[in-house]
């Protein structure tokens, strides 16, 4: 009996293609011993020995940690199946030996889109026992945010429950996760214990596009090529596009990737905090290689108050309501209380206080890059990287406090200036492999940014499938980013459908998911034609407002029940054809 040959075009990922070898390597070995025309025990070959690396990830990270995993299990033995945890249904975890999970966290505490199914069917009453299960889960997080590494210590804490066994504890890492990423699997890793001679060896490696080298840590330093304003007269917004050249970095990307940028914070406030620490920019700092200037206007965050910032200086302010929200414990008090203040507004509460440089230092996290939706397909756009991207400005207590990036962008590196970028693949937000199907984007604001990158995508590669946008904001006259380029897809026949929602332009607001009511029957027809569904955008509101509309749609449409609608929606995201990049 031969191996299924998996043909070169079949509609796999390398990943995924990986992990359907192992799968068929194993079924054959089970064929060849248990068939009429089975070889001896001694002739048989050994198979590898296979292990489960499943992932969730909202960006990306706890994926490229996964693969990782995945290249140490194969130079132990092992024939490793790399797959989202979404894949995954119950009985196929109950028969897995051994498994490793890596998992990031999403906002307060919640599980990332592509892990949501398999932890309500992994805390379910139903869920199996999993006493053969070997298993170890490295968390990925941010200690910025109070639920820190939330989903996996859930994960792990409920695997336990069901009987499995930890290969080793958990760890839970922070921003910089790579370093004990890497140690913690070299230590959690087991042993194939394939000793046999005859042993086939592991699957190769999917083939992986060539990295560049350049990361977070290594940010390649790109020339801005354009940086003009998108948003008309008279917005509300700034919202601007952003070009950078790659020129011979060898960086490559795909529409949906996102770009990652390293600010550098606001001169005047950084200028503010040194002053209120009444220090110099060249302050020496006990245990750091930098003086103090450097420090706050590359290393360290300033913006946005730390947790071990708060917690120090609430008992130095001396001001009621601060110590009030922080002592209760009141999450959505405190941040109601620091909503618009930065660390210079804390600070200021009590002008009195003289506070150390270096013991001020030791409360603020490191500078972090911002991460934005790549706007441009690289097919039509070869060398470069466009963004979209909103300048945030506001006032408070007399003075103008900015975003961190977004206004460095804005007003510190103008076309011919520099920054330092990279690229940050999301594998999970793609445009369909089959150019025929049908696509839905629903993208308000800069959350149209990856979709034409999509829609470049697909004019480059002459897809046949229809393109419907749904885009809006507040005013059609002021904030119709991109409206020339957008007109020009919509009368080419490119963009098949395009809705649009200016909620300040009538008496009645009206928003993109009012829009997607509005069409259902079209919308639901789309979908049952196999479209793919995609949101970028606000998470706060608009992506559960969407959210809630396409259940509505799936609902009233198809003439189903509330749970069979939930079933239906639940199929689109494990076909992974509704997908979000929401921020």
Not at 434 to 456: K, Q, Y
């Amino acid at each position: 009996m031969k191996l299924p040959y998996i043909p070169e075009d079949a509609p796999f990922s390398g990943d995924q293609r990986a992990w359907l070898g192992g799968f068929l390597a194993g079924l054959h070995s089970r064929a060849v011993m248990g068939g009429a025309t089975a070889v001896s025990a001694a002739e048989a070959p050994v198979q590898a020995k296979p292990i489960d690396i499943l992932f969730g990830t909202q960006t990306g990270n706890a994926e490229e940690v996964a693969n990782e995993a995945a290249d140490l299990a194969r130079s132990k033995g092992f024939a490793p199946r790399v797959a989202d945890l979404d894949a995954v249904e119950m009985d196929q975890l109950a028969a897995m030996e051994n498994l490793i999970v890596v998992i990031s966290t999403y906002g307060e505490g919640e599980m990332p889109d592509n892990a949501e199914l398999f932890w309500d069917a992994l805390s379910a009453t139903t869920a199996p026992r999993l006493e053969n299960l070997n298993y170890g889960v490295l968390a990925l997080g941010d200690t910025g945010y109070e639920h820190f590494c939330q989903a996996g210590k859930l994960i792990d804490t409920r695997l336990e429950q069901l009987g499995a066994k930890r290969l080793a504890d958990r760890v839970d890492c922070d921003i910089d996760f790579e370093e004990p990423a890497t140690a913690w699997l070299a230590a959690a890793m087991p042993e194939a214990g394939t000793a046999n001679a005859d042993a086939a060896p592991a699957a190769e490696a999917p083939k992986k596009a060539e990295k560049s080298g350049y990361s977070r840590k290594n940010p390649y330093v790109s020339t801005m090529l354009d940086n003009h304003i998108q948003s008309g007269a008279g917005s509300a917004k700034e919202i601007r596009h952003i070009s950078f050249d790659l020129a011979d970095s060898g960086m490559t990307y795909e529409a949906g990737d996102a770009l990652g940028v390293m600010p550098v914070n606001a001169p005047d406030l950084v200028e503010a905090v040194i002053t209120r620490l009444g220090a110099t920019p060249e302050t020496a700092i006990v245990g750091q290689d930098k003086p103090l200037g450097e420090l706050l206007s590359t290393g360290l965050e300033i913006m946005t108050p730390s947790r071990d910032l708060i917690r120090a200086l609430e008992p130095q302010a001396k001001d009621d309501e601060f110590s009030h929200v922080v002592s209760n414990g009141d999450k959505e008090a405190l941040e109601a209380f620091l909503w618009g203040k930065d660390t210079l507004d804390l600070l200021n509460l009590n002008p009195d206080l003289a506070l150390d440089a270096a013991e001020f230092v030791s409360w603020l996290k490191p500078l972090q890059h911002r991460a934005y939706s790549i706007s441009s397909s690289p097919k039509a756009h070869p060398g470069e990287v466009h963004l979209t991207v909103a300048a945030v400005r506001w006032a408070y207590n007399h003075r103008q406090h900015k975003g961190v990036c977004s206004t460095f962008l804005a007003d510190h590196v103008p076309a011919g200036a520099e920054a330092g970028i990279f690229m940050s693949p999301n594998k999970s937000f793609r445009v369909p492999q089959d150019d025929s199907v049908p696509m839905i984007m629903v993208g308000p604001g800069t959350g149209v940014a990856p979709f034409r990158a999509f829609l470049e995508e697909r004019r480059e590669r002459g897809a046949a499938g229809a393109n419907w946008l749904f885009f809006g904001d507040q005013h059609r006259a002021s904030d119709f980013i991109y409206e020339d380029e957008i007109s020009a897809m919509s009368a080419s026949g490119l963009l098949t459908r395009l809705d649009l929602a200016f909620s300040r332009d009538q008496v009645e607001k009206i928003y993109v998911q009012n829009r997607m009511v509005e069409n259902g029957k079209d919308l639901f027809a789309m979908l049952e034609e196999g479209g793919h569904f995609y949101v970028c955008g606000d998470a706060t509101r608009m992506a559960k407002d969407v959210d809630a509309a396409l259940h509505q749609i799936i609902e009233t449409q198809g003439g189903m029940t509330p749970e069979a609608a939930t079933e239906y929606f639940n199929r689109l995201k494990r076909e992974k054809r509704y997908v979000r990049d929401i921020y």
